[in-house]
Structures are given as structure tokens and as C-alpha cells.
């Protein structure tokens, strides 16, 4: 049976130890992992370490979690806007309609609206 060689890079990356100051490598994968998930490594010595702090991704995360709240108030703002802006629309012309004599409850003209009013819908408010 003949012998394979099987190869294999790997790209360590140095780190130094923040308790003791010596300096270790660590594969270029490893690190990126520690960084990640935050989870304890350990130097030549024994002490604990790990990385804090936001990653990118966490960070790119984030931002995006904070743009689709403020799409969604946005949205909602608008769609506010837009039904404040309707019952303004309809406000105005039951305005108009009432100066020009049309009874806003049975859509009838009258010559003398308040009139009408004060006889056929009373207590309802003055036109």
C-alpha cells in the first residue's frame, strides 16, 4: 500500500495574550469564530480571553432593524396624513354644500337651510 500526502494551508493570525503579554498565533478561521460568537479562547498560559463588542454583522443588523422601524412609522405616518387629508377633503365639501343650501342629512336644497334645520333636524347644531 502506497502513502498519500494529504496538504493543507492554514493562515495564522497573532494575537497577544491582555494578562500575561506573550504573543500566540491562532488560525485566521478560529479567530474569526471568537469573534462572532464571543465564546472564551485561551493563551500558551491558561488565561481566559475573549472579544467584546459589536461585530459588523451585529452592527449591519442592527441598522437594518432600526431602517425597517422607521419605514414602518413612516408608513404609518402617511397613511395617517393621507386619511387626515380625506376627512379634511370631506369636511370642506359638506361645507360648501351647506352654504349652498343642501341639507346634509336628507340631500335636499333649501333656500333657507338654517330654517330647515331648526324645523326638521333639531338639536343637531347650527349650519
Do not use: W
Request: aromatic letters at 8%; one cysteine or more.
Amino acid at each position: 500500500m502506497r502513502g498519500h500526502t494529504l496538504t493543507e494551508t492554514i493562515t495564522l493570525v497573532s494575537e497577544t495574550c491582555y494578562s500575561c503579554g506573550v504573543t500566540f498565533a491562532m488560525a485566521e478561521e478560529f479567530k474569526k469564530q471568537r469573534l462572532r460568537d464571543h465564546k472564551d479562547f485561551y493563551c500558551p498560559a491558561g488565561h481566559p480571553q475573549h472579544y467584546v463588542g459589536e461585530t459588523d454583522a451585529d452592527k449591519l443588523r442592527r441598522a437594518e432593524q432600526r431602517n425597517r422601524a422607521l419605514k414602518d412609522q413612516l408608513d404609518a405616518a402617511e397613511a395617517s396624513r393621507a386619511a387626515y387629508k380625506g376627512q379634511a377633503t370631506k369636511y370642506r365639501n359638506q361645507v360648501a354644500r351647506a352654504e349652498n343650501g343642501v341639507c346634509p342629512h336628507c340631500n335636499r336644497s333649501f333656500v333657507d337651510l338654517r330654517r330647515h334645520m331648526g324645523s326638521k333636524h333639531p338639536g343637531v347644531g347650527d349650519v
